[in-house]
């Protein structure tokens, strides 16, 4: 560091030279980067604003250092890019000194270099978006004749061809309306819509942006706009209207019936939300069941004709519009995973319009809303009859029992009969699955599904609880009868033995039973708990035994 501040860079040359030239002074005068180098292009000083450009040179990125020392008195431009982004331009030339050094000198010419670049593009820029911002420009004299049309003409016509004509002579007057419209604008307009006759006679929507052209004496003599055509768009916008308005109707029905809880009322509200969307006088909606390949009617709404001919006719399409009597009939077929299960009619009198295209479209929607829905069905029927029987056993399941025990509990409180449930949990289960397998342990529940069976009556409800846990309610049974059942299951529990998992861990059953004697003021949440609990005491003590749980309120256990 020199007693200026600024940094120098290298000492003595190879050979003993010395490692300057000039003095800093001399170096630290120059208003821009300025770097002593020796032959080889070694930096030897430098003043302070050239430190980038000794980085650059040390890390060999001036790759043009070697023709500017070669050439000295020509300028070469570089880049240098800089650690925090963004580059340095620099205009670098090399001057010998008199002792074979050489004075390497740097004006930033970043600055100039960008607003050029910047200059350019911006005017590539403007022409551009003139470009593409209209489909053509325009100018018209004081006369009001067309002077200037861009170069690529518009409305079909050669620019040459519109240049002296008027505007009116291709403007499509409206009722009410006269005179050069935009194109003999006054004041300055913005996207004014006109209507003009093209060179094939068709017609087109274009907006119009002018501006006045005036003296200086403020007189008018003109206008210059540009114009845009959105015939397109305009057509666009139209079936996009057409678009929100089938998809708002198609909304109202799928959340109508998608609020619909219960299943079986969906195709019912499916049905009248459909006809009150689409108008139609009346909507039939049919399912396809599982194992059949029929038409069944599954809701209607509205009035409706004979559909036999309508459903026929879906043996060759899947659509079908066309009269049937004094009705006319808009359907389609609904599938699932390409699959036809069901299909949405339509119905209107012949006194009314005829389908059109968007109705057309909506009820096509509708019907993917109605396969949908229809398999949903499926799927709930279906689920609703496994919902209440175990896969395995094909006894009442957790869910099942409860349902049923609740509902005979209530009645028999009502008519004062007593009843019992008992809590089966198998004894060593585990180790059945370890020893022998899960297979082995789905035939042992089998067999303790046979040995509940075995030991109860009809109108009995034995369950699978989950696992290896069993259920049963003797309805109206006393404590006698549910005792001696108790004991019968136990002595018939031996014949499970062949499939325990070890002598020392036999397969067998724990027992508790709650008695409700028709009278007492209990609740069935305390009766399950109370043969519950009775079960786990029976488990705690030793297993492969039963008890009877205490009535409700007392204390101590029954032998």
């Not at 350019?120 to 100018?139: H, N, T």
């Not at 006269?178 to 209507?195: R, S, Y």
């Not at 019968?488 to 070890?502: K, N, P, R, V």
Request: charged share 25%; glycine share 10%; hydrophobic share 40%.
């Amino acid at each position: 560091m020199n007693s200026t501040g600024d940094k120098q860079w290298g000492g003595a040359a190879s050979g003993g030279r010395p490692t300057a030239a000039l003095d800093m002074g001399g170096l630290n005068a120059f208003p821009g980067p300025a770097l002593l180098l020796d032959r080889d292009g070694v930096v030897l000083a430098g003043n302070g604003r050239a430190e980038p450009l000794a980085v650059a040179l040390a890390q060999g990125r001036i790759a043009g250092l070697e023709e500017v020392l070669a050439a000295p008195g020509t300028t070469r431009v570089e880049g240098i890019p800089l650690a925090g982004g963004g580059t340095l331009i620099l205009d670098l030339v090399a001057i010998p000194t008199a002792t074979g050094t050489f004075l390497l000198l740097a004006r930033d010419v970043t600055l100039e270099r960008n607003l050029r670049a910047a200059l350019v593009e911006s005017r590539q820029r403007y022409k551009d978006l003139v470009e593409i911002s209209s489909d053509f420009a325009w100018e018209v004299g004081h006369d009001g004749r067309f002077v200037f049309v861009s170069p690529k003409g518009a409305l079909g016509f050669a620019a040459e061809d519109l240049v002296g004509r008027m505007p009116e002579d291709y403007i499509i007057q409206g009722e009410g309306q006269n005179g050069p419209g935009p194109f003999g604008a006054l004041l300055e307009v913005e996207d004014i819509e006109v209507w003009m006759r093209q060179s094939d006679g068709s017609q087109v929507c274009l907006l119009a942006s002018a501006t006045p052209v005036r003296n200086e004496r403020a007189e008018w003599r003109g206008a210059r706009g540009v114009c845009r055509d959105v015939t397109q768009e305009m057509l666009r916008d139209a079936a996009l209207s057409r678009a929100n308005s089938r998809e708002r109707l198609l909304s109202y029905i799928v959340r109508t019936i998608r609020d619909e809880v219960d299943p079986a009322d969906m195709l019912k509200t499916a049905a009248e939300a459909t006809a009150r969307a689409l108008g139609a006088s009346g909507c039939q909606i049919f399912r396809i069941l599982p194992d059949d390949s029929d038409f069944h009617l599954a809701a209607q709404s509205g009035e409706a004709g004979d559909h036999s001919s309508i459903l026929d006719s879906f043996l060759n399409s899947d659509h079908f519009d066309s009269d049937v009597g004094s009705w006319r009939v808009l359907s389609t077929v609904c599938r699932y995973r390409q699959s036809i299960n069901g299909a949405v009619v339509l119905w209107r009198t012949d006194a009314r319009a005829a389908w059109s295209d968007d109705e057309r479209l909506l009820i096509d929607d509708v019907a993917i809303q109605v396969g949908l829905a229809n398999e949903q069905i499926t799927n709930h029927e279906g689920m609703l009859k496994l919902s209440r029987t175990d896969g395995l056993t094909g006894l009442f399941n957790r869910r099942a029992f409860f349902e049923e025990i609740t509902r005979r509990f209530h009645r028999l409180k009502h008519e004062g009969k007593p009843a019992a449930l008992i809590y089966v949990d198998l004894d060593n289960f585990k180790a059945v699955n370890d020893i022998h397998g899960h297979q082995t342990g789905d035939q042992a529940l089998l067999a303790v599904r046979d040995l509940l069976l075995q030991h109860t009556r009809p109108v009995d409800l034995v369950a699978r609880l989950g696992g290896d846990e069993f259920a049963i309610w003797l309805e109206a049974a006393e404590e006698r009868i549910a005792v001696q059942r108790c004991r019968d299951m136990l002595a018939a529990a031996h014949e499970l033995g062949h499939f325990s998992g070890s002598p020392e861990k036999p397969l067998g059953l724990s027992l508790g039973v709650a008695v409700h004697g028709g009278q007492d003021q209990e609740s069935i949440e305390e009766l399950i708990a109370r043969a519950d609990k009775a079960m786990y005491e029976v488990k705690r003590d030793g297993k492969g035994d039963w008890r009877l749980a205490p009535p409700l309120g007392a204390e101590g256990d029954a032998p």
